[in-house]
C-alpha cells in the first residue's frame, strides 16, 4: 500500500499565484522529500526535510514537516508555467542497510499562464 | 554526462516473453531501486539494493526478478510478461541520502 497521499490530486492555478499541495504519510520516518516529475521524464529532487525539522526553504519552495500529524506540505510561492508538473512526496525509512523510499500518489499542478 | 541510464527507453511484449530491463549508474552509489508507475499509482517499489550483492523485496516485486551485477548495474527481469506488468519503469540510486535519489529516463513497456 503507498505509504504517501498527496492532495489535492490535481491543482490548477494563475501565473504569480502559490501552490500548496500536501502530504499524508502512515508510519514513522527519517526524512520525507519532495520530487517534480515533468510529463513522460523521470523525476527530479527539489528538497528533503529530516524528520526533527519542522520547516524548510529552498528558493521559491517551502516545505513543512508536522510528525505528530504525519503530514507535510509543499508550498510553490510566485509560481510559473514552468512549473507546471506532478509532485510527489517520498518518505524514507532504514531497511537492510540503505533507505527505502515509499512515494505517494502525486497532485497534478498545472500553472497557467 | 554523469547519472542513471536505463535501456531499453520502449519495449512492446507478448504475453509470456521474458526480458531483462537494464540500469547503470556512473555516480559510485551505493543503493539502487527499481520502481514501476501506473496512471493514478503513484511510484511503487519493486526491489532494492542497498549494495554490490544485496537485494532486498519492495512493495510489488512478484512476477519480477532482480541481479546486481556489480556497484554500477541493477537489472530487472520479467521472466513469463503478463499484460498487468504493462508500466512506466524507473531506475534510480542514492549516495548520501541528502541528495535524494537520481532518476533514469524510464523504461515504457507494453505487455500484450
Known amino acids: 500500500s503507498q505509504q504517501g497521499e498527496e492532495d489535492p490530486q490535481a491543482l490548477s492555478i494563475q501565473e504569480g499565484e502559490n501552490a500548496t499541495m500536501n502530504c499524508s504519510y502512515k508510519?514513522?520516518?527519517?526524512?520525507l522529500q519532495w520530487y517534480r516529475q515533468n510529463s513522460g521524464r523521470g523525476l527530479v529532487h527539489l528538497i528533503l526535510?529530516?524528520?526533527?525539522?519542522r520547516e524548510k526553504h529552498s528558493g521559491r519552495l517551502r516545505v513543512t514537516l508536522d510528525t505528530s500529524k504525519k503530514s507535510s506540505s509543499l508550498l510553490i510561492t510566485a509560481s510559473r508555467a514552468a512549473d507546471t508538473a506532478s509532485y510527489f512526496c517520498a518518505t524514507a525509512t532504514p531497511s537492510s542497510g540503505t533507505y527505502k523510499y515509499i512515494f505517494g500518489t502525486g497532485t497534478r499542478l498545472k500553472v497557467l499562464a | 554526462n554523469a547519472g542513471v541510464t536505463q535501456t531499453p527507453k520502449f519495449q512492446v511484449l507478448k504475453t509470456g516473453q521474458s526480458m531483462t530491463l537494464q540500469c547503470a549508474q556512473d555516480?559510485?552509489?551505493?543503493?539502487m531501486y527499481w520502481y514501476r508507475q501506473d496512471p493514478g499509482m503513484g511510484l511503487r517499489l519493486i526491489y532494492y539494493s542497498a549494495s554490490e550483492g544485496t537485494t532486498d523485496k519492495g512493495e510489488v516485486p512478484n512476477g519480477y526478478n532482480v541481479s546486481r551485477l556489480n556497484k554500477r548495474e541493477f537489472s530487472l527481469r520479467l521472466e513469463s510478461a503478463a499484460p498487468s506488468q504493462t508500466s512506466v519503469y524507473f531506475c534510480a540510486s542514492s549516495g548520501l541520502y541528502e541528495y535524494g535519489y537520481t532518476f533514469g529516463s524510464g523504461t515504457r513497456l507494453t505487455v500484450v
Open positions: 508510519t514513522s520516518i527519517n526524512n
Open positions: 555516480m559510485n552509489h551505493n543503493s
Open positions: 526535510i529530516r524528520s526533527n525539522e
